[in-house]
């Protein structure tokens, strides 16, 4: 499918932001729905943000809506993840994700997505 590698992560205060980008190869990241998704130790990959092929649609969780917001740029082969107002609990290993299927129609659950990232390191210090 696409390879995917993660750069943005980092340490910051709470209140603060950053904005994650994933970068993509191939000449097919325009077909395909991307994904972020995050994990901290002992818990299971949680769903964070997803953007359609065409930029026509996204969904947040529920902890993230309002301050996150996901957009691609598919000129670069590039998506990001721009997260405002973060919190302690927003840190995680932030990874994007592909969509298995191209031209699919969006969804949240992380078993549609076939290719993933190394992650990056987001670290919210209150």
């Known amino acids: 499918q696409v390879r995917l590698v993660e750069s943005g992560g980092g340490l910051v205060q709470a209140g603060g932001s950053l904005r994650l980008s994933c970068a993509a190869s191939?000449?097919?990241?325009?077909?395909?729905?991307m994904g972020w998704f995050r994990q901290t130790p002992g818990k299971e990959r949680e769903f964070v943000a997803v953007?359609?092929?065409?930029?026509?649609?996204?969904y947040y969780s529920d902890s993230v809506k309002g301050r996150f917001t996901i957009s691609r740029d598919n000129a670069k082969n590039t998506v990001y993840l721009q997260m405002n107002s973060l919190k302690p609990e927003d840190t995680a290993v932030y990874y994007c994700?592909?969509?298995?299927?191209?031209?699919?129609?969006?969804?949240?659950?992380?078993?549609?997505?076939?290719?993933w990232g190394q992650g990056t390191q987001v670290t919210v210090s209150s």
């Open positions: 994700a592909a969509d298995r299927r191209q031209w699919g129609i969006v969804q949240t659950t992380q078993t549609v997505f076939g290719s």
């Open positions: 191939g000449s097919t990241f325009r077909s395909y729905n």
């Open positions: 953007v359609s092929w065409d930029l026509s649609t996204t």
